[in-house]
Nanobody, 118 residues
Framework: VQLQASGGGLVQAGGSLRLSCAAS????????MGWFRQAPGLEREFVAR????????AYADSVKGRFAISRDNAKNTVYLQMYSLKHEDTAVYYC????????????WGRGTQVTVSS
């Protein structure tokens, strides 16, 4: 499975962005999918995940209420809608597929940069 994240960019604080993660090579409908991010000098951290069948969502406390993860299995794509962006949301965002255990995924995409100006 190849994952390609897109939709990043430069946005002012308080603005919104929607990231997309398009999968190819295999359907993602049977995979729990996730989003992670890594800011300069920091470790990669969990942002959100959505389960494979029931579509149950989970979020890091830092983004809860501001971010929303969703999936469109027909389009083989996962989304991360981000609202009320803060400067501290600035990071490279990565999508991941096929969760084996918390934080451990089989497939990783190349990241997309999100920069929030304060």
């Amino acid at each position: 499975v190849q994952l390609q994240a897109s939709g990043g960019g430069l946005v002012q604080a308080g603005g919104s962005l929607r990231l997309s993660c398009a999968a190819s090579g295999r359907t993602i409908s049977s995979y729990t999918m996730g989003w992670f991010r890594q800011a300069p000098g920091l470790e990669r951290e969990f942002v959100a995940r959505i389960t494979k069948y029931s579509g149950i969502e989970a979020y890091a406390d830092s983004v809860k209420g501001r971010f929303a993860i969703s999936r469109d299995n027909a389009k083989n794509t996962v989304y991360l809608q981000m609202y009320s962006l803060k400067h501290e949301d600035t990071a490279v965002y990565y999508c991941a597929g096929d969760e084996r255990s918390p934080g451990r995924y089989t497939y990783w995409g190349r990241g997309t940069q999100v920069t929030v100006s304060s």
